[in-house]
């Protein structure tokens, strides 16, 4: 494979996920690595705040608490490396990641890459992420208490949230483009019994609107063909998460590509770890991204001692 820098453990995604798992990996002794391609703290540094992370005195940004996750990570000995990962592969029990920077191998990878929310693509989108649109009910919904807000989406996860969010107002506005949802049919009975929640099919989002923050939505009802403005003060978008799993294609997935691991966070693959959004958990939340990297580091490093014929009682 050539020149390589060797560690004992590499992470690749330095989200929540990631760099939880470098800081257990170095206090366990590890030499580690956490390659990241964009910015310490993954996912979370879209947040504009976070209030529901344990032991915090006050509201955070994203981006704070991704700073904080990485500082912490490198007081232990942690190396984090800012680069895109080209490939991974393994050959003879070991690990060849390729960067732009080089490339790293280790006895085991600890992969946290995280997933995207998928985006409409709507013009003001992007210019209002963080600031009135959001892609988590649970992060940002609070923030928007007795506020009127928008659901966009029509599966089993836009009708959840949109139920959640009533319970912090009463003034939801879920809109589909189609003239049905395709959730289950419970949830949908749910939705059109509550009397928090406003049912609209066939919208769409042409725009979103403000200056600093948003301020308003502009609607086409593809059933009329009427094009019309209304002000919202938050807008959450449930059209489908997208796991960040390119680097692994033969390892085991679940229906909606998600990574399958065990309570270990072991992957199909021997030596391969996932930890956070890629894999297939049941709830997404920055605790439970820092807990499964924990998890991972914890095996990985077991993981290690039993390659180098270390065993312990």
Not at 161 to 178: G, M, N, Q, S, Y
Not at 191 to 210: C, D, F, L, Q
Not at 277 to 299: E, K
Request: aromatic residues 8%; proline residues 3%.
């Amino acid at each position: 494979m050539g020149t390589e820098k060797t560690r004992d453990i590499i992470v690749i995604g330095g989200g929540a996920a990631g760099l939880s798992a470098a800081q257990y990996a170095a206090r366990a002794g590890r030499s580690v690595v956490v390659i990241e391609e964009m910015a310490a703290g993954g996912q979370i540094t879209t947040v504009d705040q976070v209030e529901n992370y344990p032991g915090q005195a006050g509201a955070l940004s994203g981006f704070e608490l991704g700073e904080l996750f990485e500082k912490q990570a490198v007081r232990f000995g942690a190396e984090v490396l800012y680069s895109t990962v080209n490939s991974l592969s393994k050959k003879d029990e070991r690990f060849y990641v390729e960067t732009q920077d080089g490339t790293w191998s280790a006895p085991a990878v600890i992969l946290a890459t995280g997933a995207k929310h998928r985006v409409l693509g709507t013009p003001g989108e992007d210019t209002f992420t963080g600031r009135g649109v959001s892609y988590c009910a649970t992060c940002d919904g609070p923030f928007f208490r007795g506020r009127k807000i928008l659901v966009i989406g029509g599966g089993d996860s836009a009708l959840t949230e949109a139920l959640f969010l009533a319970k912090l107002t009463d003034k939801v506005v879920l809109i589909h483009r189609k003239d049905r949802f395709r959730a289950q049919q419970n949830l949908v009975d749910m939705v059109t019994a509550s009397p928090h929640i406003e049912v609209r099919y066939s919208h769409v989002v042409e725009k979103m609107n403000g200056d600093t923050k948003l301020t308003s939505v502009t609607f086409r009802d593809s059933s009329t063909g009427k094009v019309y403005e209304e002000p919202f003060d938050a807008v959450f978008i449930f059209v489908g998460i997208i796991p960040r799993t390119d680097l692994v294609p033969g390892v085991e997935k679940d229906d909606s590509g998600y990574i399958i691991t065990n309570e270990k966070m072991e992957t199909s693959m021997r030596g391969l770890y996932a930890a956070g959004d890629v894999r297939n958990t049941t709830f997404r939340q920055v605790i439970t991204a820092a807990s499964d990297g924990a998890v991972a580091a914890h095996w990985a490093s077991e993981y290690i001692d039993e390659v180098n014929g270390h065993s312990y009682p």
